[in-house]
Every structure is written in structure tokens, then in C-alpha cells.
């Protein structure tokens, strides 16, 4: 796999830094990697995009996902995530996520995170959407990603690992044989470093999380632009799976209109007994699925869906009066503010809630050790797609996965190290030439990118909604290249053209997989194509940004989650 040679319009770095790993992000993933790297003895600088604690982590309320209560066992989790899998994760990347994933909880514990406790002094567990037991630890009722970001953040602090906050990077730097050599990156603001610049090592961990922001409603942060997965294709990584797109059943319904970041409410607000109803107080999950409200989260995001359908509703209803104030107050204060913000109080009326784009169950294609398929490069959390979550990723297995694939990564590069020697070594990037650079949208193409995914490729997609979204990003990005091409003119390099531009790259790949698959599977919806089609469709769509920025699209011949590169020269 060799480099498009494609980077984003900017200017020239104007100063650089060395270190041994540079690790892209500060959520559960990120800072995970980065403490454990530190602890390997590795010199490594930690980019993020606006505060070290402004991730989406902290916005996780449900809580992680591991066989820690009584009588639970690896086993079952494992049966639980393939099932919400739909037939596409790997088997062998679950297996690990959830036998590794019990004792890697307790080291986050170690590092300082405080989970709720039961009365007899262990972890109060709750259950999901999808899971058969109660296995989702969780803190401050339904503050659990705010309590990891916290106890994360203090690690990284208390131990001086180098951080460079609001900063987006822009691309991967490569040396001369093709391998990572670090990043280039924008500083906002003042600081130490300013403007463009720098970061040269041998290995870089992408955890930038998501990139919600694709659509006009969505759970995730502003700052969830799918920067990550823009970068690596640029960087001619291949990235999977990017069409199983999760929307979140139960988010406060906001108005039709609303855009951006929605509240979400927690599926462990159905895991502790809130039913869905219509309009007419009518539990219609009922007879759908054996779980009813717990089933896997694309069942009952069709189920809401299918209502409102039915009955002309903009949305349906989460009825949890029966909790009580004091429930409410003491296990969900985070929702209960959220939604009396919003003039609607969950202890006296049911809440209005509809799906909205929430997690991107595919994403940059890396092994069990994290690794890309470009050398050096690395990937874990939301912007991954390890095999782990197949079709539909299982409630909170999320924050788990992070953490598991950032201790094996940080494994891996500090055996390399030991191996290689990498750390003796400062990579010399090599000059990519100013062409062809990636032309530039201006700031206002990322709300008409934004309307023609939630039209086109939302929770309901055929192949006219797609055909039409693949029209209308096309038109986007064939103006931007003209432009480019024709009188060298892009819009201004800054922030708000950088993230349009890569949210139009990561909307036309989700597209192109979309079109594609023509079966219904897991939270992949086809209207014109109703039912799930193993023959034809049980395997993995894989896509890479050619040199000419046109995309190359094809599917596995079989299920499994084909290896890496570097899997393959092991």
C-alpha cells in the first residue's frame, strides 16, 4: 500500500517536534495509549482536537461493558456481540475484546476511575439493549464517560506526558520508504506552538473518535468531523464496514428542524425498566423481539422508526414516570437535567425521543494489534473497524473496545521498538509536492453535506435516497476540483474548510458502501431492500481514496475480516 500522494490544501509546517509516538486524540482510547506508551518508556506527545477532556468519551453515559458480575463469563458476551453483529464481526477480535476486556476495566479502576458501587461494596452492574446480563459498569449514575475522561486526563497530567490541545491534525507524513513519520498538524490559538507544524515519529495512533457530525442530528461532539478517517485515506489506508452507521434510538426529540449535538438518553434508562410507547401510551416493542426496549439498538431503531411511519409521528415516547423522583435524581441526573433544560420533566411526563446518528460501527480497517494497513500507522476506538462490531456494535462495548485495543497497541510499538530500534530513529518526511493537493470546500458546504446524508443515507435508505446524496456530494466535490484545477483557486485553509472537506470525504465513501450493499443488515437499512442476504452480502466492503481522489470500492470474498498488510508479512 503506497500514499496518494493527496494532503490537504495548507500552508507549510513552520515548526516541528520529535518523539517516539504521537497519539491523535484524548478520549478513552487515546489516553489510554498514550499512558501506557509513556509507560513503556516511549517519548509520546498526545494532539487533540480541542480540550484533552472535550472528547466524545466524555459524553458516554450508559457505561463499559465487561463480564465482571456473578456468573457471567466472557463467553456470553461474546454470544451477545455477535448476535448484534448481524454476521459480520470477527470472531476472533470479540473473543479478545471481551477476555482481555475484565481486567483491562480493572486497570482503568487502577488508574484512578470510580464506578458506582453496590451496597455490598462491588460494582453495581445494569444491563443494555442486546445484553442477556447485567454487565455494564457504570459512574455517577449515567456520568461514566465523564468520570474516564477525569481519571484519565489526571494520569496524563500527574505522569507529564507532552500534549498539544486544540489542534487539528491534517495529514500523515511518510518517509521515503513509505512508512509513518508523523503528522502534520494546525494549532488554534495561542500557545506554545501556533499556526502549522509538526510531528515527526515513526508511529502514530489514531483515536479521534467518530464523525457523527456527518448528519444533521447527532449525538456526538462538534468536534466529531471524521477527521481521522479523511486523514488515513489520504494517507491511502483502507478504511471497512463504513456503511453501518448506529443511530441512538432514544435521543431527545429537539424539533424537526434541530441540528447538531442532541441529549442523548442512555439505553440503561430502558436497561432499568422505561418503556417506549406512541402517542397513545401503546408499548409497541412488545412481540417485536424477545428483549422488546433491549433489543439490539438498529431492531429498535427500526421499531421507532416503523411507528412514526405509521402514524405520521415526528416521534415516539420513553415513559419512565414509574422510576420516581428519586431515581431519576440519584441514577440518571445528567438526562434528567438535560431534559428539564429543555422543558420536559421524565418524572411527571414521558420524554419525546427519535434515533440520531450516534456511532460509526466501521471505520479505518486495523488488526488485533491496531495496526493499518499503512506501516506505522495505527487505529483504535470509534475510528476503527477492528472486525469487533460487525454490523451493529452491542450498547457499551464502545468504551471497552478503546481501552482493549489501545493497551494492544501500545504493546505493539513498544515491541517494535525493542525490535526495530524505532526510537533511535526520527523519521525524515519526505516533501509531498503542493499537487495535487485536496481542494478546499468553504465553511457552508459542511450544512449542505450535513442535509444531503440525513435525506439520503439516514435511517431509511433505497437506492433512490443514495442515489441522489452520491449526486449531490459528487456536485460538491467535482465544483471544489474544478476549481482547484482549472484557476488553482480552493477556499481559505483554515478550521471550518478543513473539517468540510473532510466530512465530504468520509460522506461519499459511507455512500458508495451504502449503494452497494443492497440487503438490509444490522443498522445498514435498505427500504427497497428489505431483508438480510448472506449469499450475497456476508462480507465486508472495503474502500481506498485513489491517487485522482476517485474512490475504489470492493467486497471480501468471504466473512472474514481480511488481515492487514503488516498481518500478512508477519
Not at 42 to 55: I, Q, S, Y
Not at 473 to 493: D, Y
Request: glycine fraction near 10%.
Amino acid at each position: 500500500m503506497t500514499s496518494t500522494g493527496i494532503r490537504l490544501h495548507a500552508p507549510a509546517p513552520g515548526w516541528s517536534i520529535s518523539a517516539d509516538v504521537v497519539v491523535v486524540g484524548s478520549g478513552v482510547a487515546g489516553l489510554t495509549a498514550a499512558l501506557r506508551c509513556e509507560a513503556a518508556g516511549l517519548t509520546t506527545v498526545v494532539v487533540t482536537k480541542a480540550r484533552l477532556d472535550d472528547g466524545s468519551t466524555r459524553w458516554a453515559q450508559g457505561g463499559i461493558a465487561a463480564a465482571l458480575g456473578e456468573g457471567d463469563t466472557p463467553e456470553q458476551h461474546l454470544e451477545d456481540t455477535l448476535v448484534a453483529g448481524a454476521g459480520l464481526c470477527d470472531e476472533d477480535a470479540v473473543r479478545l475484546l471481551v477476555t482481555e476486556g475484565p481486567d483491562a476495566v480493572r486497570r482503568l479502576i487502577e488508574t484512578g476511575a470510580h464506578f458506582d458501587e453496590s451496597e455490598e461494596g462491588g460494582l453495581e452492574l445494569t444491563r443494555e439493549g442486546g445484553h442477556h446480563r447485567r454487565r455494564i459498569a457504570h459512574a455517577g449514575g449515567d456520568a461514566t464517560g465523564a468520570e474516564i475522561s477525569r481519571a484519565l486526563v489526571e494520569a496524563v497530567r500527574a505522569r507529564g506526558l507532552r500534549t498539544i490541545e486544540n489542534a487539528l491534525v491534517l495529514d500523515l507524513l511518510t518517509d521515503a520508504d513509505g512508512r509513518t513519520a508523523g503528522v502534520s498538524l494546525h494549532v488554534m490559538g495561542e500557545g506554545q506552538h501556533d499556526g502549522v507544524g509538526a510531528v515527526h515519529a515513526p508511529a502514530v495512533v489514531l483515536a479521534t473518535g467518530g464523525m457523527g457530525q456527518v448528519f444533521s442530528a447527532t449525538t456526538n461532539p462538534s468536534v466529531s468531523t471524521g477527521d481521522g478517517v479523511a486523514l488515513a485515506l489520504r494517507a491511502g489506508a483502507e478504511v471497512s464496514d463504513l456503511e453501518f452507521v448506529q443511530f441512538h434510538p432514544t435521543v431527545l426529540f429537539l424539533g424537526p428542524d434541530a441540528e447538531g449535538q442532541q441529549p442523548l438518553v442512555s439505553e440503561a434508562v430502558r436497561g432499568e425498566g422505561a418503556h417506549l410507547v406512541d402517542g397513545n401510551g401503546v408499548r409497541f416493542m412488545l412481540g417485536q423481539h424477545e428483549l422488546a426496549e433491549l433489543a439490539p439498538r438498529d431492531i429498535v431503531a427500526k421499531g421507532i422508526m416503523r411507528r412514526m411511519q405509521e402514524q405520521d409521528a415526528e416521534h415516539m415516547y420513553l415513559d419512565a414516570r414509574h422510576f420516581g423522583a428519586e431515581m431519576w435524581e440519584h441514577r440518571f441526573p445528567t438526562i434528567l437535567a438535560a431534559c428539564r433544560a429543555h422543558g420536559i420533566d421524565p418524572v411527571t411526563e414521558p420524554v419525546p425521543v427519535a434515533p440520531a446518528a450516534h456511532y460509526a460501527s466501521g471505520g479505518v480497517r486495523a488488526d488485533s494489534h491496531g495496526r493499518t494497513t499503512v506501516p506505522g500507522l495505527y487505529a483504535c476506538g470509534e475510528v476503527a473497524c477492528t472486525g469487533v462490531h460487525g454490523a451493529n456494535r452491542l450498547a457499551s462495548n464502545s468504551l471497552l473496545e478503546g481501552l482493549v485495543y489501545a493497551e494492544r497497541i501500545s504493546a505493539d510499538i513498544a515491541a517494535s521498538r525493542s525490535a526495530d530500534g524505532l526510537s533511535a530513529r526520527v523519521p525524515a518526511p519526505v516533501e509531498h509536492p503542493e499537487k495535487p493537493a485536496h481542494p478546499l470546500l468553504a465553511p457552508e458546504a459542511r450544512f449542505a453535506i450535513q442535509r444531503s446524508m440525513t435525506e439520503g443515507a439516514g435511517v431509511l435508505r433505497s437506492a433512490d435516497s443514495l442515489e441522489k446524496a452520491a449526486e449531490q456530494l459528487q456536485r460538491l466535490h467535482s465544483e471544489a476540483r474544478e476549481a482547484l484545477e482549472e484557476n488553482g483557486k480552493t477556499a481559505e485553509p483554515g478550521v471550518d474548510t478543513w473539517e468540510a472537506t473532510n466530512l465530504l470525504c468520509v460522506a461519499r465513501v459511507l455512500v458508495a458502501a451504502a449503494r452497494l450493499r443492497e440487503e438490509t443488515r444490522g443498522c445498514h437499512w435498505r427500504e427497497d431492500r428489505a431483508e438480510r442476504d448472506d449469499t450475497h452480502w456476508r462480507r465486508h466492503i472495503v474502500v481506498r481514496l485513489n491517487p485522482d481522489r476517485t474512490l475504489a470500492v470492493h467486497t471480501t470474498d468471504t466473512a472474514d475480516f481480511p488481515p492487514t498488510r503488516q498481518q500478512q508479512e508477519q
